[in-house]
């Protein structure tokens, strides 16, 4: 294809060269008229060199119809050849000549080809618009790709270090799922669920880093700059579960099968980079977000979030907005400092009388517990999960049973090792 554009072009230019060469033909006119006489006594030659002009333009415009791209430098040399052709045609008849040439074959070939090179601009900005579309709707939303697009001075920030949130996610049943329906169904259920909550964390303004299957990555803060990009990320994760539970009430009538989602997110700096086509982040910031989707597994929860994010989440003008339940300070291989786990629950709106008691003895419990007071810290752990049923609660009470028995370091602290 390559190649034949290029013959393409070398025959354009070669013709139309030589089909706007109007002074020349007149010359060879002089010459030839005698030998023709039917042209010299029927036609004339302002006439003929109309015609020249009119199928000079229809040449131009049938070669870009049958997507034979003309480089732009060769159309910018048969601009000016034709502009210095015009000039020298008239000036040509009407000196040499004697007669007054008609501009309608000249203004024609000026405006069309300036009307041709304005189309060509118009369909190479549409067609560059629609490539980066096609590369940018699957990674973020549509309005992030119309403010990438029309926002003057924009550039995006690649090879790059950002601050922002990561949001780490896993579908974790993916094998229990095969056991439940056929592979295609599976796939089907899969695809619609990435879909859903893809769509989900888009629309808060997260951006698709990484999928694999069961495992995504989507960064906030990026491309676009974003004040509040742990708010959203904290808003992203509760719209998922939102999703989860919409698309597992139908699985659970269809097939009794529900989706499991474990979420972790952390905020930080992170280098952000192209990476076989998608823009990847890279440091300790990711790594803490994985760290924290794993440790869902852990404590049976679905949403873990660091007490980093949370800072920046519960200030300002959303203080007070979500509700969250603080569990251990753990220690995760490749970290020296210890990092607080806050459990993201949901909504200040939509937390009920009942849940916020059960969290209130819960929170209440973890503190006796970090004092040591292992046997009150259980029997709270324990009304907590009557009030609320929560694995959680359950786990924190069998760990009040083992230390109450076996005592604890003179040095414990009430961290938490994650071995992961």
Sequence with gaps: MFFLRRVAAFVYLVLFLALSFSPLFLFLDELTSPLIPYIAEHLEVSFRVDVLLYCACALEFALVLFCLRIPLWIRVVVRVFMLVDLVLVHFYCFYVRGMNLPLCGSLFCVLSGVLLDALLFVEMRFRMRRLFYDHMLPLVSRSACDAMLFCKGYEFP??????????????????????AFDCATLLLALRTYFLLLKQAVTDCGGMLSFFDGNHAEFLFGVPLEDGEHAFHAVQAALSVLECQSELNKKLILAHNFEFKTSIGIHSGDFDFGDCGGLYRAMGVT???????????????????????????????????????????????????????????????????ELLKKALSNFETALSLYLKRDFENAERLFLYANELVPDEASLIYAGR???????GVDDGWQGIFTLSL
């Design 400 to 406: 009040c049973v083992k230390y109450a028995k076996n």
């Design 158 to 179: 690649a090879d790059t270090r950002v601050r922002g949130t990561v949001l780490s996610l896993r579908i974790e049943n993916t094998a229990s799922g095969a056991a």
């Design 286 to 352: 990711r790594e803490l977000a994985v760290r924290l989707e794993e440790s869902n597994d852990v404590y049976k929860t679905n949403v873990l979030i660091s007490e980093k994010t949370w800072n920046e989440v519960d200030f300002g003008s959303h203080n007070g907005e979500f509700v969250v339940r603080r569990l251990d300070r753990v220690r995760v291989s490749g970290f020296d400092a210890p990092v607080q786990l806050y459990n993201l629950v949901g909504t200040e709106l939509g937390a009920g």
